[in-house]
C-alpha cells in the first residue's frame, strides 16, 4: 500500500536554528498538509498546499513557517528559528485529490525536541 | 467546521465488538463524517468516512443515524492493535476539507 514517508523520524535542534523537516507524499497525490501534535495534545492543522501555492493556514502558521515542492516528489516544512514550543510531532498528510469523501494519507511523523 | 462529541475512553475485551459513538448535532446537509485512528506514536489513520448511507469496509462499518446528528463506528472483532485514539471528523463536503481533530476516544483493548 502506498505510504506517505517523512524524514528524520527525530531531529533535536538548538533553539534559533533553522530545521527543515522532509515528505514524501504518495505519487498521485495533488494536495498536501502538514499538522504537529504537541505531546498529550490534540492534532492540529498547519498548512495546505496544491499547485505549487499555500492554499490555507492556520494562525499557527506564522512567518516562522515555510513549505516548498521543490521537485515533483518531496514536501518540505521549515523552520526558521525554531522555539521551545515548536516542540511536537509533525506530520505530512496527502490526498489525491480536493474532493472531501478522499482519505488522507499520513506519514508516521517527525519528532521535532527543540532544546 | 461543525462539532462533534465523543467519550474520552472506552475499553474493549479481545475479539468482541465495538461501538465508538459520536455526537454532531450541529452537521450540515453537506458534512461528511470521517473516523480516522492514531496508534500510539503513529500518525492518524483514515479508517472509513460516510454521508448519509451505512458504509462498511476491511477496517470497520459506520452506522449513521436517520437524522445525521449521531454516527456509531464499529469494529466487528476487536484486536490487540485496534487499541487507538478514534477520532470522528466532519469535513465540509465542498472545501479542501483540512481536518479538525478533537480529544477523540481512547480504546483500550484487553486480552
Known amino acids: 500500500e502506498p505510504e506517505v514517508t517523512q524524514t528524520p523520524s527525530h531531529q533535536v535542534t538548538q533553539m534559533g536554528q533553522e530545521v527543515i523537516l522532509r515528505c514524501v507524499p504518495i505519487?498521485?497525490?495533488?494536495?498536501f498538509y502538514w499538522y504537529r501534535q504537541i505531546l498529550g495534545q490534540k492534532v492540529e492543522f498547519l498548512v495546505s498546499?496544491?499547485?505549487?501555492?499555500?492554499?490555507?493556514k492556520s494562525e499557527i502558521f506564522d512567518d516562522q513557517f515555510s513549505v516548498e515542492r521543490p521537485d515533483g516528489s518531496n514536501f518540505t516544512l521549515k523552520i526558521r528559528s525554531t522555539k521551545l514550543e515548536d516542540s511536537a510531532m509533525y506530520f505530512c498528510?496527502?490526498?489525491?485529490?480536493?474532493?472531501?469523501?478522499?482519505?488522507?494519507?499520513f506519514g508516521s511523523g517527525t519528532r521535532l525536541t527543540v532544546v | 467546521d461543525a462539532k462533534t462529541t465523543q467519550p474520552n475512553s472506552m475499553e474493549s475485551n479481545e475479539e468482541e465488538p465495538v461501538h465508538l459513538p459520536c455526537n454532531h448535532s450541529?452537521?450540515?446537509?453537506?458534512?461528511?463524517i470521517h473516523w480516522y485512528r492514531q496508534l500510539p506514536s503513529q500518525g492518524p489513520e483514515y479508517v472509513i468516512h460516510?454521508?448519509?448511507s451505512n458504509v462498511n469496509n476491511r477496517m470497520a462499518s459506520l452506522a449513521i443515524a436517520e437524522d445525521r446528528k449521531s454516527s456509531t463506528l464499529i469494529l466487528h472483532r476487536a484486536t490487540l492493535r485496534d487499541a487507538a485514539v478514534y477520532y470522528c471528523?466532519?469535513?465540509?463536503?465542498?472545501?479542501?476539507?483540512?481536518?479538525?481533530f478533537g480529544k477523540g476516544t481512547k480504546l483500550s483493548v484487553k486480552p
Open positions: 498528510a496527502s490526498k489525491t485529490t480536493w474532493m472531501t469523501p478522499y482519505g488522507y494519507t
Open positions: 505519487s498521485n497525490h495533488l494536495y
Open positions: 498546499f496544491y499547485n505549487n501555492e499555500i492554499s490555507e
Open positions: 450541529t452537521i450540515s446537509g453537506t458534512d461528511y
Open positions: 460516510g454521508l448519509t
Open positions: 471528523i466532519l469535513n465540509y463536503g465542498g472545501s479542501q476539507g483540512n481536518l479538525i
